[in-house]
């Protein structure tokens, strides 16, 4: 069954540093999607794309946050600096359908502790 | 807040002991979903159930949608440790790009 990749699984940081997520989304999926979430939280949207373009990056902190896509397949999304608060689970998640009403397919995620 | 609340927030039953979870919205909606997750890892897509709809079966899994009342339920029926997982509702509302929106999550913990 086809699956989302996502790297590294788990990463420790300290305060200050950068760090980077990468995202594979399943073969054909045009739509990705980063969330992030909080322990004991739902996951909530950080960043969507449709191809290489940013449809929806209203929840993003930009000033510390930034994603990418370029050539519309694997995805990475980057905190510079990162903060005790940004510590969370960062998941990938991709669609067939442009419509982001419908479900996604989830990558295991990438749990981030910023110390 | 918009976002669907799940209820109860934790649930701990015997293994073959069916399992209920609610989860209730504020304004009219497009779709819902229910998520599972399991501890540590990413969240697998259950079922979704239009706002048309009124009933859905996937399996062990049954779902309910009342829109007058805003509100679904999920039941899991003979529960298995397996089941043991946080269990997401997002919603898909109406007037918001269709953008789907998370619960808090219900933990269930099936007791053997």
């Known amino acids: 069954e086809a699956e989302v990749a996502q790297s590294p699984r788990y990463k420790i940081t300290e305060k200050s540093q950068a760090v980077a997520f990468w995202c594979d989304p399943i073969?054909?999926?045009?739509?990705l999607y980063w969330y992030r979430q909080i322990l004991g939280q739902g996951p909530e949207l950080l960043v969507q794309?449709?191809?290489?373009?940013?449809?929806?990056d209203s929840q993003l902190p930009k000033d510390r946050f930034s994603a990418e896509r370029l050539k519309g397949v694997d995805s990475t999304l980057k905190i510079q600096p990162a903060e005790l608060g940004d510590s969370a689970m960062y998941l990938c998640?991709?669609?067939?359908?442009?419509?982001?009403?419908?479900?996604?397919?989830f990558g295991s995620g990438t749990r981030l502790t910023v110390v | 807040s918009q976002q669907g609340e799940e209820d109860p927030q934790a649930l701990s039953i015997q293994e073959g002991e069916n399992a209920t979870m609610n989860c209730s919205y504020k304004?009219?909606?497009?779709?819902l979903q229910w998520y599972r997750q399991n501890s540590g890892r990413g969240l697998v897509h259950l079922i979704l159930?239009?706002?048309?709809?009124r009933e859905k079966h996937s399996g062990r899994l049954r779902v309910t949608l009342d829109t007058s009342k805003k509100s679904s339920s999920l039941l899991i029926t003979a529960s298995r440790a397996a089941d043991t997982a946080s269990y997401f509702c997002?919603?898909?509302?109406?007037?918001?790009?269709?953008?789907?929106?998370f619960g808090k999550g219900t933990r269930l913990h099936i007791l053997p």
């Open positions: 998640a991709s669609s067939p359908f442009r419509d982001r009403s419908y479900g996604y397919t």
């Open positions: 073969s054909g999926h045009a739509t």
């Open positions: 794309f449709q191809d290489e373009s940013v449809v929806d």
């Open positions: 304004t009219s909606i497009n779709n």
């Open positions: 159930i239009r706002s048309n709809e």
């Open positions: 997002a919603t898909a509302f109406m007037n918001r790009d269709d953008k789907i929106i």
